[in-house]
């Protein structure tokens, strides 16, 4: 029994030194893995502190990409409205109001420009040149604060050409001569607008002309743009949004840029400056803008013309009343290479009438009318029956486009007169 003792205490000391190395092993094993969960939990942290810093760097990209947007925008809207105001500041055109001796009808058109011009004054300096020293005149002309007065004084004296003519026409010739010269050459405008001191304008005047500086500028073909038109009595128009162009000059309100006048100042006529900006040698072929209704009405029934047509052809003058916002319309029909298809197409829908009576037959059609006329005398003819001009310059009627003259007839329906090659030189073939 004891022997037996013995050997079992002997199993003990292994079994103690097994059962320490164990728990020595256990402690071992516990400390590496507490070592690799502290390192997990780092790595774990680190991971998460990196994942934080980089959504913070994206959020702080987005944030400054939405600064750079946001300051690139105030940029170009900054530099969109510096160039407006460039824009602004840039006169569209001169207007000038040719003036002589009538101090009461300066007057007049002085109140109806300064009506419209006061709240845009930057952009179409007003002027008021006067040909003479006729004192009442220049004393209502200084006495507005509003515009520029201009004095051509010539003492030269006049010899006319022909015995009979007035002298006059020839004064005329010489102040629109030395008025244009200073406003393109000495205050260096590039585009004039020429009143006469017996108009009245309309509320869209000066939008019209601006609208129209764009054409100017684009288009070589077009010599001038003109607010007048000489069948725009209040029976032969309707719509105040249609324009056309014209062979024909027609003046009264018109409006030309510095290039062309380098053109014409050197060879400018002694007398009949209108009549002569009618010829085909001065024309070269270029055409001009005009309004169905009138942009201008013409009061002046006493005046160097002594009152030629002004009953018939002036006084009944429409003079439009509607506000018509041109700059914001699209005018690309008006350029050359599209408006003889556009005139042509609409030519193409009107009704062809012959006969004698096609005065009286045009009455009783609806819709648009085309009549053809032979010559000159035939067209006066025909012009004499409706009540229009029947006067022809240098081979070309008054509002004409390449031989055609269109007014309306008893409100909408419009009447083309047209020229014996008027439909070759549009491509129409007659039906």
Known sequence: ????????????????????????????????????????????????????????????????????????????????????????????????IMACNRADYLERTIKSVLKYQSSIAS??????????????????????????????LDSEP??????????????????????LDQLFYKHKFSRVIILEDDMEIAPDFFNYFEAA??????????????SWNDNGQKQFVYDPYTLYRSDFFPGLGWMLTRSMWDELSPKWPKAY???????????????????????TYNFGEQGSSLGQFFKQYLEPIKLNDAQ????????????????????????????????????????????????????????????????IFEEWKDGVPRTAYKGIVVFRYHTQRRIFLVGPDSLRRLGVEDA
């Open 1 to 96: 029994m004891p022997k037996f003792s013995c050997d079992f205490r002997c199993l003990l000391v292994p079994a103690a030194f097994a059962f320490i190395y164990i728990q020595m092993r256990l402690f071992a094993t516990q400390s590496e893995y507490a070592d690799r969960l502290a390192a997990a939990v780092e790595s774990e942290n680190h991971c998460t502190s990196q994942m934080r810093l980089l959504i913070d760097q994206i959020k702080e990209r987005k944030r400054q990409g939405e600064e750079c947007r946001q300051l690139k925008a105030l940029i170009e809207d900054l530099e969109r409205k510096g160039l407006q105001k460039v824009a602004d500041k840039a006169p569209v055109a001169a207007v000038v």
């Open 324 to 387: 018509v916002d041109w700059k914001s319309m699209n005018l690309s029909y008006l350029m050359e290479d599209n408006y003889t298809k556009y005139f042509a197409n609409i030519l193409k829908n009107a009704k062809a009438v012959h006969g004698n009576d096609a005065v009286l037959k045009a009455y009783n059609i609806e819709g648009d009318v085309r009549i053809q006329y032979k010559d000159q005398s035939d067209f006066e003819r025909i012009a004499r029956q409706f009540g």
């Open 273 to 295: 400056w209108d009549d002569w900006l009618r010829l085909k040698e001065n024309r070269k072929g270029r055409q001009f803008v005009r309004p169905e209704v009138c942009r």
């Open 123 to 152: 952009r179409y300096p007003l002027f008021v040149s006067q040909d003479g020293s006729n004192p009442d005149v220049r004393s209502k002309a200084l006495s507005y604060d509003q515009l520029m007065y201009m004095q051509h």
């Open 213 to 226: 500086a764009a054409l100017l500028d684009k288009d070589k073909s077009i010599m001038a743009v003109s």
């Open 158 to 179: 006049v010899q006319t050409e022909r015995p009979g003519e007035l002298i006059a026409y020839y004064k005329i010739a010489r102040h629109y001569k030395w008025a």
